[in-house]
């Protein structure tokens, strides 16, 4: 009876004690997202910011040495996270993957997510894929099936969505809205709004929702607007300001008009991201569908297009 009472004893404490932090791999140091999720995850515990039930354990650097943003912050991000936060800076992916549970893929170049994400579906991680999800619509169309046919859950979003502007536009009988913020291009990447405009672009796509059936995109020297029919007759349009601006939304309602301008910073708390981030590594559970994802890079493949052909109006191409 005293075993069989002590076994009993250890299954009760064992059920009653708090969950292990899941062990989080960072893919791609070349961004400032890395040290800011880093410090939220990984920093003074007691902190008013601090997100629990994830920690960052191990990092592999990536970087493209082709893209000025990327190889000039490669190095000096990930050693901020491994002095101040303890993060174990490892050679390669199939390292990465040996000491994680999750990954965020974090490199600042789009074209390099697809090669970056096979393993980790591979090796059926849980995978959050920061802005932009791909360079082109293809292979994010590639990254959403094989994940699918792996079983592997994913998410990818903007932190507006999470954000003041994203929370305070989720209005009910919207008859459409027009966002802004900023449109700077990188010469590498095919879909030009994908490298920064994906944040005003995604912001629209949280207040309207899917069902964008085609675009038209006027191409200007300072800003593109970007102006999109959706399936109910609504009106979505985004101002994609170069070389940058902040950030701003106005919904419709019939005469009704509300406007979300927040204070410079405020727009881009990472802590909200970060949080959903971590539900969903803990539950596999997208806040955002992946159909609505790729809608988004439908969205910007359409755009893309229209410029191409002078403004012509471009219906989107399938997602399903």
């Given at each position: 009876?005293?075993?069989?009472?002590?076994?009993?004893?250890f299954?009760?404490?064992?059920?009653?004690?708090?969950?292990?932090?899941?062990?989080?791999?960072?893919?791609?140091?070349?961004?400032s997202?890395?040290?800011?999720?880093?410090?939220?995850?990984?920093g003074?515990?007691?902190?008013?910011?601090?997100?629990?039930?994830?920690?960052v354990?191990?990092?592999?650097?990536g970087?493209?040495?082709?893209?000025e943003?990327?190889?000039?912050?490669?190095?000096?991000?990930?050693?901020?996270?491994?002095?101040?936060?303890?993060v174990?800076?490892?050679?390669?992916?199939a390292?990465?993957?040996?000491?994680?549970d999750?990954?965020?893929?974090?490199?600042?170049d789009?074209?390099?997510?697809?090669?970056?994400a096979?393993?980790?579906?591979?090796?059926h991680?849980p995978?959050?894929?920061?802005?932009?999800?791909?360079?082109?619509?293809?292979?994010a169309?590639e990254?959403?099936?094989?994940?699918k046919a792996?079983?592997?859950?994913w998410?990818?979003s903007s932190?507006?969505r999470?954000?003041?502007?994203?929370?305070a536009?989720?209005?009910?009988?919207l008859t459409?809205?027009?966002?802004w913020?900023?449109?700077?291009?990188?010469?590498?990447h095919?879909?030009?709004l994908a490298?920064?405009?994906?944040?005003?672009?995604?912001?629209?796509y949280?207040?309207?929702?899917?069902?964008?059936?085609s675009?038209?995109?006027i191409?200007g020297?300072?800003?593109?607007v970007i102006?999109?029919?959706w399936?109910?007759g609504?009106?979505?349009?985004?101002?994609?300001?170069?070389?940058?601006?902040?950030?701003?939304?106005?919904?419709?309602?019939?005469?009704?008009?509300?406007?979300?301008?927040?204070?410079?910073g405020?727009?881009?708390d990472?802590?909200p991201?970060?949080?959903e981030?971590?539900k969903?590594f803990?539950?596999?559970?997208a806040?955002?569908?992946?159909?609505?994802?790729?809608?988004?890079?439908?969205?910007?493949d359409?755009?893309?297009?229209?410029?191409?052909?002078?403004?012509k109006?471009?219906?989107?191409?399938?997602?399903q």
């Open positions: 009876m005293p075993y069989v009472k002590a076994i009993f004893c299954l009760i404490a064992a059920a009653l004690a708090p969950a292990a932090d899941l062990r989080v791999g960072i893919i791609g140091t070349d961004t997202h890395v040290p800011a999720f880093a410090k939220l995850l990984n003074d515990a007691a902190a008013a910011d601090h997100i629990a039930g994830a920690r354990v191990a990092a592999y650097k970087g493209s040495k082709d893209i943003e990327s190889a000039s912050r490669v190095d000096q991000f990930a050693e901020e996270i491994r002095t101040k936060y303890g174990e800076i490892v050679p390669d992916i390292t990465l993957l040996s000491k994680v999750v990954v965020l893929l974090s490199s600042v789009g074209r390099v997510h697809l090669e970056q096979r393993p980790v579906i591979a090796a991680k995978l959050f894929i920061d802005k932009p999800l791909a360079s082109t619509l293809d292979d169309l990254i959403g099936r094989l994940a792996a079983g592997v859950p998410f990818s932190s507006l999470f954000g003041a502007i994203g929370t536009m989720k209005l009910p009988n459409g809205a027009t966002t913020g900023p449109g700077p291009f990188e010469a590498h095919q879909l030009e490298w920064y405009a994906i944040h005003p672009v995604e912001l629209l949280t207040i309207m929702g899917t069902g964008c059936e675009v038209t995109r191409a020297k300072d800003a593109d102006v999109g029919r399936k109910d609504r009106i979505g349009t985004v101002n994609a300001v170069r070389p940058y601006s902040d950030y701003g939304a106005v919904a419709f309602r019939g005469r009704e008009s509300v406007e979300s301008h927040p204070k410079a405020a727009a881009t990472y802590r991201l970060v949080t981030i971590v969903f803990q539950t596999g559970k806040p955002v569908p992946n159909e609505e994802t790729l809608e988004i890079f439908a969205f910007m359409a755009a893309q297009r229209s410029k191409e052909q002078g403004g109006a471009i219906a989107l191409r399938s997602v």
